[in-house]
Nanobody, 121 residues
């Protein structure tokens, strides 16, 4: 079992910035790909950004050039730097991670509890 805890959400004015953090903890594991998803009221959860273990990134078209995903493997942590925030970016942001367990050579995929990001106009 791996637990993912997101932090860094909050209220920010349009044009402002926030940095989200996703920290993974639990049994002995190796981090695989990590990603950020978001879900706005009345909308389906959607991919925001994804980063592989080889640091290959992928972004939703709507956030390219404004958001940056990164990771610190030593800390089992992923980040989402969000700049030039827009009101339409308001959503609950969720971390997702794939992990490899050294104990039994298995893989697992987990979601965090989410962190609220609210962008005012």
């Amino acid at each position: 079992q791996v637990q993912l805890v997101e932090s860094g959400g909050g209220l920010v004015q349009a044009g402002g910035s926030l940095r989200l953090t996703c920290a993974a903890s639990g049994s002995t594991f190796s981090m695989k790909a990590m990603g950020w998803y978001r879900q706005a009221p009345g909308k389906q959860r959607e991919l925001v950004a994804w980063i592989t273990s080889a640091d290959i990134t992928n972004y939703a078209d709507s956030v390219k050039g404004r958001f940056t995903i990164s990771r610190d493997n030593a800390k089992n942590t992923a980040y989402l730097q969000m700049n030039s925030l827009k009101p339409e970016n308001t959503a609950v942001y969720y971390c997702n991670a794939g992990v490899y367990y050294y104990s039994d050579y298995s893989t697992g995929y987990y979601w965090g509890q989410g962190t609220q990001v609210t962008v005012s106009s």
